[in-house]
């Protein structure tokens, strides 16, 4: 129910754009999010959206290089990655619940998705 695309290989300073379709789930869902996992290490969350009334948050190591976005029309959440840096490379994964509590702060979110790789070199 969550489908992710527009990973990919960049080098160090380029740009991406993520997508994530939630088919549906925006309707029981109050906010959204971008987690992201490195080999080897722990899955860690990126960026999360309210999706009614758009507040923000993000992890300190992505501040001012990734935005959160979301197409409520389209049922779409997006993050644009700028400034790039080999220590973004993961797969990241797009997420949703109805809790911001369990979505951001006890990072174990309801749904995922099935993650897309970013590789920046």
């Known amino acids: 129910q969550l489908v992710e695309s527009g990973g990919g290989s960049v080098q160090t300073g380029g740009s991406l754009a993520l997508s994530c379709v939630a088919a549906?789930?925006?309707?029981?869902?109050?906010?959204m999010g971008w987690f992201r996992q490195a080999p080897g290490k722990e899955r860690e969350g990126v960026a999360a959206?309210?999706?009614?009334?758009?507040?923000?948050a993000y992890a300190d190591a992505v501040k001012g290089r990734f935005t959160i976005s979301q197409d409520a029309t389209k049922d779409t959440l997006s993050l644009q990655m700028i400034e790039l840096k080999p220590e973004d490379t993961a797969m990241y994964y797009c997420?949703?619940?109805?809790?911001?509590?369990?979505?951001?702060?006890?990072?174990?979110?309801?749904?995922w998705g099935q993650g897309t790789q970013v590789t920046v070199s």
């Open positions: 997420a949703a619940d109805s809790s911001v509590l369990r979505l951001w702060v006890g990072k174990s979110p309801t749904y």
């Open positions: 549906k789930l925006t309707y029981s869902s109050n906010c």
């Open positions: 959206i309210l999706l009614r009334g758009d507040d923000t």
